[in-house]
């Protein structure tokens, strides 16, 4: 049997293999991280596994799963140690990560996710929950006070299920013992997310305690991030690869590409870790850059998640084989998306979106189109809905965006185009099945239903006859044509009616 990656195998690993360049047994515990999966472990974790190598402190992670303990039944009999694999085209590179030094499990260990939350010494709060996680209305960014979990945590703050319950149960005990604030810092997908998350703290806290909420408005900055790295899940021939090389067994290593970004306003309540010693950025305001993130590259993920998935492709890279979905993602980001764009000044926004096609096409990452298709009513919002109405507001062309909405549409239906079942992962996946499969096939039936979900369209977007015709055709052509043709289509399109170039 072999041996498993723990602290004390750390010096059989082969010369070519990174590992921690720290005494992790004195690193104290300094940050707590809501949501520990793959992409914290991939991304963040390496950052300050970057800076206690270079400077040690004490900003070891807690790492809290909000759902199930399998993250901690993997990684605990590793003393929380885990393997990066960069992969390109090149042989993988392996690196050992030791930054994660504790692993809870919330729904086992609210207490003692409570405890880390409270102790003095833990300083930033980080969090990658998914959009779903922050119990919002994706279409308005509001709080959801009649959210199951909102009304529960709400009845009973000391015993949250939460994020937003844990978030605001932790800063009121350190208010009451006179323990200064943490910072929280969201890394998820979601426009001004430091600016959302602020806004949904506030509005839970006022719900309980308006004095409560005063404080935290005054004494806990919500700064904004914007992270950027692919991370695919982790498959068995992952594990089997890194095991082979690292010469133990790994029980859940992550799997990456050599690109990675981190953006940062620099506002905190207290001390932070060095991160630009790793590569961060800290600047005063990073819409600029969460708008190139969240609308090129989210944008066309989840345009190739769904038009990709219909068009029988499982992952990514097998999409951008195709050179119709090379020429339709190219020509919408140009065409569409850019002019929507304040660019940083220090971008080459250029030679980013060349950059966006080659890493969707590496393959070695094997990005399911599924997996990126999870969650759509959360995600349309932010990654295609702001594009569309600022397009719309400026009275220009929405061909592509629209038919990314089309896409997710008819991904919802729960049937493709071969009439098999598609296990479609969504908060909202009873109600769209049910609105879909009362409209039928009828194009304009079904886009009718579809677009009355106000979580996902608000009210605006369903009275904009621009927006709901260009739609309402592109789901026509999908329904009737399938998906490649319709890229094909899409894809060749220079000028016409709510189409342009």
């Not at 729904?107 to 996710?113: K, S, T």
């Not at 979905?325 to 060349?354: C, H, N, Q, W």
């Not at 995600?379 to 109405?389: E, F, H, Y």
Request: hydrophobic share 40%; charged share 20%.
């Amino acid at each position: 049997m072999t041996a498993r990656l723990n602290n004390d195998a750390l010096d059989r690993l082969p010369a070519d293999v990174g590992r921690p360049g720290y005494d992790r047994g004195r690193a104290g515990i300094g940050i707590v991280h809501l949501g520990l999966g793959a992409f914290h472990r991939a991304h963040q974790a390496v950052y300050t596994d970057d800076v206690m190598g270079r400077e040690g402190g004490d900003w070891a992670i807690s790492g809290v799963s909000l759902r199930h303990g399998d993250t901690r039944c993997a990684l605990a009999p590793q003393d929380g140690l885990y393997t990066v694999a960069v992969r390109s085209g090149e042989p993988d590179r392996l690196r050992v990560i030791g930054s994660v030094r504790e692993i809870l499990v919330a729904p086992e260990q609210p207490e003692a996710v409570l405890a880390r939350l409270i102790a003095p010494q833990t300083r930033i709060v980080t969090l990658t929950v998914t959009e779903k996680g922050y119990c919002h209305d994706p279409a308005t960014g509001e709080l959801r006070l009649d959210d199951a979990g909102i009304r529960h945590d709400l009845a009973h703050p000391d015993r949250p299920h939460t994020v937003i319950g844990y978030l605001v149960a932790a800063l009121a005990r350190r208010r009451t013992a006179g323990t200064a604030p943490f910072t929280p810092l969201t890394c998820d997908n979601l426009p001004a997310n430091g600016r959302t998350l602020g806004r949904l703290v506030l509005a839970y806290a006022r719900a309980l305690d308006g004095g409560l909420a005063d404080w935290i408005g005054q004494a806990v900055p919500f700064p904004s991030t914007m992270v950027d790295r692919i991370v695919p899940a982790t498959t068995q021939d992952d594990r089997a690869a890194v095991d082979a090389r690292l010469g133990l067994a790994d029980a859940w290593p992550v799997v990456t590409e050599p690109f990675t970004q981190w953006v940062i306003e620099d506002r905190f309540a207290g001390p932070r870790p060095a991160w630009e010693l790793a590569g961060a950025e800290l600047v005063e305001d990073v819409e600029p850059y969460e708008h190139m993130k969240l609308r090129l590259l989210n944008g066309s993920h989840s345009t190739m998640a769904y038009l990709g998935y219909l068009a029988g492709y499982e992952t990514i890279a097998e999409t951008m084989a195709d050179p119709a979905f090379v020429t339709l993602i190219g020509r919408m980001m140009d065409r569409e998306v850019t002019p929507t764009l304040t660019v940083p000044a220090s971008a080459d926004l250029g030679r980013y979106k060349a950059a966006l096609l080659d890493r969707f096409a590496n393959p070695g990452l094997k990005h399911r189109t599924w997996q990126i298709a999870m969650d759509g009513s959360q995600k349309l919002p932010q990654r295609l809905l702001g594009t569309v109405r600022d397009r719309l507001a400026a009275g220009r062309s929405i061909a592509r965006l629209a038919l990314a909405v089309a896409g997710w549409m008819r991904y919802v239906t729960g049937i493709d185009e071969a009439g098999r079942p598609i296990e479609v992962s969504d908060p909202l996946a009873g109600d769209l099945r049910r609105l879909a499969d009362q409209a039928g096939r009828d194009p304009a039936a079904l886009a009718d239903a579809l677009l009355s979900v106000k979580a996902v369209f608000g009210s605006d977007l369903p009275q904009n006859m621009a927006f709901r015709s260009t739609v309402t055709s592109a789901l026509g052509t999908l329904i009737h044509q399938g998906a490649r043709a319709t890229v094909a289509a899409y894809a060749g399109m220079s000028s016409g009616p709510g189409c342009g170039g």
